[in-house]
């Protein structure tokens, strides 16, 4: 990993640490990254402040996609840095709990005690992201709960969203949302692609490969040289 990255790895780190300094529940308690991460089995009170943080916080709200960008980064970062297993295991266990049992993902959700969700909005992108999320958590630390949670986003997804067309298949944007992005087909195509790397599920391959049919005939625009938006 270059030096750049790495610099620019801790100055995201260092703008969270200022986010939780001026934080209404932190800065009165909270006062340094200085604490031993390695002695952590259980959230003291500047990593819970983190990770409240971290879970959203945008006038209440946890938006799902940037929880699980932060959850995918965090599994990454860990190679490098010193992250505790335990700050990570928060936030994907609270992405794990925001999703119903029919794996539908909401766009963002405000969680009130006793694991009690509200949830709001729903988009196929943001579920990929988050299917993605899960499955990068369960494959790092061999917990099939997740990986089984993602596949039922992704069933969730394919009952509700896909269209089959001649030249392969497409996603819907979300409930109510009778259009095809380009961005959000491209991001189900990851998260198709990640469920075969995991599961070895041959049905997902299919998957992959008919997306990507779709994705470059209905999508792709030859004249222009470019990706539509979408259709």
Request: proline share 2%.
């Amino acid at each position: 990993m270059s030096i750049n990255l790495l610099e620019k790895i801790q100055e995201i780190i260092d703008y969270v640490n200022l986010r939780v300094q001026s934080h209404p529940f932190g800065k009165n308690t909270i006062q340094s990254w200085n604490v031993d991460w390695t002695q952590a089995n259980s959230p003291t009170a500047f990593e819970q402040t983190v990770i409240d943080l971290w879970k959203g916080a945008r006038l209440g709200q946890t938006y799902t996609y940037d929880l699980s960008l932060v959850v995918s980064f965090l599994i990454s970062a860990k190679k490098k840095f010193t992250i505790p297993n335990i700050f990570i295991s928060e936030l994907a266990k609270t992405l794990y709990d925001s999703i119903d049992t029919n794996g539908y993902v909401p766009f963002s959700f405000i969680q009130y005690p006793n694991d009690v969700f509200e949830k709001n909005g729903n988009f196929t992108g943001t579920a990929a992201w988050v299917g993605m999320s899960l499955l990068k958590y369960g494959h790092e630390y061999s917990d099939n709960n997740f990986v089984t949670k993602a596949i039922r986003v992704y069933d969730y997804i394919d009952a509700n969203f896909k269209t089959s067309f001649t030249n392969g298949v497409l996603f819907k944007g979300g409930i109510g949302k009778n259009w095809y992005s380009t961005e959000h087909n491209i991001d189900m195509w990851h998260f198709v692609n990640y469920l075969y790397f995991v599961t070895k599920d041959s049905k997902y391959k299919a998957m992959r490969n008919s997306l990507r049919t779709a994705i470059l005939y209905y999508l792709w625009d030859d004249v222009k040289g470019t990706f539509q938006i979408g259709k």
